[in-house]
């Protein structure tokens, strides 16, 4: 078996939508995702409509790299999540972006299915 080394400065996919766009590397069995989201970003604006849905039905685990986004469940919990957060969001949650920094995230659960075409 050899080592795979890859990075997402060339990563295998790019999912893009209007402000934002997410980064896909495939892994050892796993897909690993890196969300790039810019100021004025939101969930239910800028992707919700290309999925007809008005919440994100995907489960997310990952860790925020920089910047700051709110995050509001379907049954009314908020929270904000910035660099150094750990984080697991269920499914049915809207977020978007808090103040004027891109917000950059890597996911280790749900990069797969994520606004997947």
Do not use: N
Request: charged letters at 25%.
């Amino acid at each position: 078996m050899k080592i795979d080394l890859k990075r997402f400065d060339s990563p295998d996919e790019v999912r893009r939508f209007e402000k934002g766009y997410f980064e896909i590397v495939r892994l050892g069995g796993l897909t690993l995702g890196r969300a790039t989201y810019e100021p004025g970003w939101k969930w239910s604006e800028h992707v919700g409509p290309d999925t007809d849905e008005t919440s994100c039905h995907v489960e997310h685990v990952g860790l925020v790299i920089s910047g700051k986004i709110a995050v509001a469940m379907d049954d009314g919990e908020e929270v904000i999540m910035q660099a150094g957060d750990a984080f697991h969001v269920p499914p049915g949650h809207d977020s978007w972006v808090m103040g004027d920094e891109p917000y950059v995230s890597l996911h280790f659960i749900g990069a797969d299915v994520f606004y997947a075409e």
